[in-house]
């Protein structure tokens, strides 16, 4: 029999990254919000990697913290291990990558969701959604409790509608042999709503002490660690190594020998599983002329003896992938604790949500995470702080906070989700910005600290620490303009030693700056007046002397592109009714229902003569609204 439980403002359904984030921001902005997980203990779980950031990922963690958000915290207390990526390439891919304790995490989370004021977390599978007659929504649990709330946010993660794959084995789970979410994808689908399935996986785990080390490359963590949050003054030391290893033709031959006894390969499986992160089966197979395939033996905690083996995810048989492990150098004895597998779950299309993360057709939901169809605990916990936030906002009647494109990957990875969609779970990298040496992770505070602190999360403790920190670029910046160096003995045997001309008069400290040879560090023994200041300032204001001119350049392409998203489309517009559009414009434009021209102009199938058509008709619009108006 079914009763009564609780009303709240805002439902989060989930609580795994994106739920976390949600629920964080809910609650932190006034909000009284209940946050439902079918289980306690997998709160903040980390089921497919034990680490946070990498290529791109990271920059979603500096601009998580940036926002207000907590993944970067946590990250910064539970890591065990700490490196910056791409260091030999340029600023823009510059990437910070923590390896950390999974359970100290997954615990650290799951307390502060304990903690936060407004906050209730329940262990509890929602099977039923819907909406009331009031607009409020109606969530019912297996334990026939009901719950309203003014808005709800479905975070599910890989659990809604979850099936484990092992070869020939397959059964209905959630990740990590938890329960799946089994009743309430038939519950979305009575709403109207548009739900597919995808599919991702998972390496195995084993044990510490059957690896033979001596046979491995070691990769350490950097010193000084550099940390994810810009609160986060003194960060720990690196705690662990990880280690590198490679296949071989015959590991490349073992699979190729038993690939019919993949799921993938034999059609068990329906969803469509990541691009960019394939199974181990599926790199020999698509990249057959590759001789060897890198692996990375990475701890998964400090009381643990589990290690992860990154960039082996497979469904082959446990007998299958205990042999091809066998086959790697420094495994050839290895105890499999945790076999590897594939989870196949539902997901929605997120062409049906606004830049908000609303559903368009259902007022007050809103998706976030795997359950948009992307990747990632990074990409996942970037949506949900969205999600949480604008939730949050809608309700207090404010206005929503949408991320442009051109200011953060975040705006990136919601504009590419709402506007293109995805046929393939989505990962974040660098190459999808256009805009990338601008959205660089060194300045994710400058560029959207602002933006959490007029949406309500920034405190005033963090705000004040961010203007201290602005005054002081600027004084930095008139420092280095105003510093002149004669040109000593000792100037010159350092450019010199640069590899870059000498000079005979007095110059500016920016312009050697400007030089590619040349740092901050460089000319440390001739700056004797540089302040004590975080180095991360330092680095900011080196990148934006060195490349000033390409940076100018993306800005004036930013300015012509937000001149494009400042006009508005009609929600409910008609779009078969405009003349001069194609066939295929009018069904994408109607399909996807875009806010402003510039997204519009981002749809496939829509061209420039489309877009001409869109802004004569507009214009048309405002000219007759004018004249009913006189």
Known sequence: MKFHAGEFEVAVIGAGHAGIEAGLAAARLGCRTAVFTINMDAVGNCPCNPSIGGTAKGHLVREIDALGGEMGKAADECFLQMRMLNKGKGPAVHSLRAQIDRRAYSTRMKHTLELQENLELHQAEITELSQNADG????????????????????????????????????????????????????????????????????ARVLRSSIDFSELEEQCGDDPVIPFSYDTDHPAENKVKCYVSWTNEKTKQIILDNIHRSPMYSGKIEGIGPRYCPSIEDKIVRFADKQRHQLFIEP????????YLQGMSSSLPEDVQIAFYHSIKGLEHCVVMRPAYAIEYFCADPIQMYSTLEFKDFPGLYGAGQFNGSSGYEEAAAQGLVAGINAALKIQQKEPMILDRSGSYIGTLIDDLVTKGCNDPYRMMTSRSEYRLILRQDNADTRLTPIGRKAGLVTDERWNK???????????RRRIRKTVFAPTEELNRILTEHHTSEVTTGIRMIDLLKRPELSYEALAPVDTQRPDLDPNIFEQIMVEIKYEGYISKQLAIIEQVRRLESKLLPKQMDYEKIDGLRLEAREKLNKVRPENIGQASRISGVNPADISVLIIYLASLKNHTEETAE
Request: proline letters at 5%.
């Open 136 to 203: 409020t929504w109606r969530l019912v649990t297996r334990l026939e409790a009901e719950y309203t709330a003014k808005a709800v946010i479905l975070a599910t993660g890989t659990y809604l509608g979850g099936r484990i794959y092992v070869g020939d084995v397959s059964y209905e789970s959630g990740p990590d042999g938890m329960f799946p979410a089994k009743f309430l994808p038939d519950s979305l689908e009575k709403l109207g709503m548009s739900i597919r399935r995808f599919k991702t996986g998972t390496p």
């Open 300 to 307: 998964c905690g400090m009381d643990t003896e589990e290690m």
């Open 466 to 476: 961010f203007l201290k920190k602005q005054e002081q670029m600027k004084e930095e």
